[in-house]
């Protein structure tokens, strides 16, 4: 048994999936397992930059070892889901973990700020939230979640299965993880902008995660979650003009917004050795914003 820090979280030639990895809290992610070995397949939406993202993440993997592939492919259709893993099955016999990371956010397209609102302004504004909005961010925020999870089982249950050249399960060692995406938002109501129903996928994707470790846990197939708070990304754009959160950045406990290495090492956290015991639990990732809006300030 080894300390080591080195040791503990290392993930040094193991495989991963991570969806939504072309940006954001994506790439973040994808970057700190390719800096730190990793062989990453990148998944993002067929408009977005995978092949210049590879190309960056495989410059950043040289001194490594890791490494980057890309996939285009639409996570919010379950065929689009099925196709996805029969293409890293093909490559792979085992994933030692996916990160579950896509998500979308739809804000009513008639904006207030719903703690000065009127009554009438209020109910114009929730009302003019089409259903679609509904639809799509609980298709990709939570439903494809479940479908990736369910697609990639085998895979997972491989890594965990598998012995290691220490003689110990691939499980032993954090191998065979799913990691979900979910946000601060779903622990909270505290917000001057209506974001219903990307809050409400975000507590359903909350559940979601202790389900489906309850469903994984007899091939010790770990799934867990993290819920990030102000952080760089296409849905946050922290810093740019008019942005809606930016009277709040200071009231955060940490008086800053998150960054890559905050997200990075909690992931490397629990996909390595170090996190093998967590399971079935989300990490909240916020500098300590959940406490004000629980209102112990």
């Known amino acids: ?155 997972l249950a491989a890594a965990a299965e598998r012995p290691t050249s220490t003689g110990v399960k691939g499980r032993d060692e954090g191998r065979g993880v799913m990691v979900v995406t979910s946000s601060c938002a779903s622990m909270h109501n505290s917000t001057n902008v209506d974001m219903t129903s990307y809050a409400s996928s975000k507590a359903a994707t909350d559940h979601l995660v202790k389900l489906l470790a309850a469903k994984y846990n007899r091939f010790y197939v770990r799934v867990v979650g993290i819920n990030p708070g102000f952080v760089p990304s296409n849905m946050n754009p922290i810093g740019a003009k008019g942005n809606i959160f930016s009277s709040l950045f200071e009231k955060v406990p940490a008086k800053r917004a998150g960054n890559s290495e905050d997200i990075a090492g909690t992931v490397l956290y629990l996909v390595s050795k170090a996190g093998a015991y967590v399971d079935g639990v989300s990490v909240c990732v916020d500098g300590g914003r959940i406490l004000l809006a629980n209102g112990q300030e």
């Open 1 to 155: 048994m080894s300390l080591n820090i080195q040791e503990l979280f290392n993930v040094k030639g193991r495989v991963a999936v991570v969806t939504g990895g072309s940006s954001g809290i994506g790439l973040m992610i994808s970057r700190g397992l390719v800096s730190n070995g990793a062989k990453v397949y990148l998944v993002a939406l067929p408009s977005d930059p995978i092949n210049e993202t590879v190309s960056e993440l495989n410059d950043l993997g040289r001194e490594s070892g890791g490494s980057a592939q890309g996939y285009p492919c639409d996570v919010s259709s379950k065929e689009a889901i099925a196709e996805l893993s029969r293409e890293i099955s093909k490559k792979e016999t085992a994933l030692d973990m996916l990160i579950s990371n896509a998500g979308i956010r739809r804000d009513p397209p008639l904006a207030c700020n719903v703690l000065t609102a009127s009554l009438e302004e209020l109910q114009s504004s929730m009302w003019s939230i089409q259903t679609k909005d509904f639809d799509d961010t609980f298709r990709i925020n939570t439903t494809a979640h479940y479908f990736l999870s369910v697609a990639f089982l085998p895979l």
